[in-house]
């Protein structure tokens, strides 16, 4: 029997947060996505996001 190794990870909601979830589910309807590979595409663009912010910043030297 063959073993698949799965990562897997938790994501607790403070109750602060809960409102959150909504908008999340507002987005999963709307990227027709689970709700794991929504969050997961909302932190690949921020990070793109983020990389073009550090690459200008090296091109401006600043």
Do not use: W
């Not at 908008?23 to 595409?41: A, C, I």
Request: with cysteine; glycine share 2%; proline share 0%.
């Amino acid at each position: 029997m063959q073993k698949t190794n799965q990562q897997r990870l938790c994501l607790y909601v403070a109750r602060r947060n809960q409102h959150m979830i909504e908008k999340l589910e507002v987005l999963m309807l709307e990227k027709n996505l689970s709700m794991t590979d929504t969050v997961f595409q909302i932190i690949k663009k921020e990070y793109e996001a983020y990389e073009s912010k550090q690459r200008n910043r090296q091109l401006l030297g600043v």
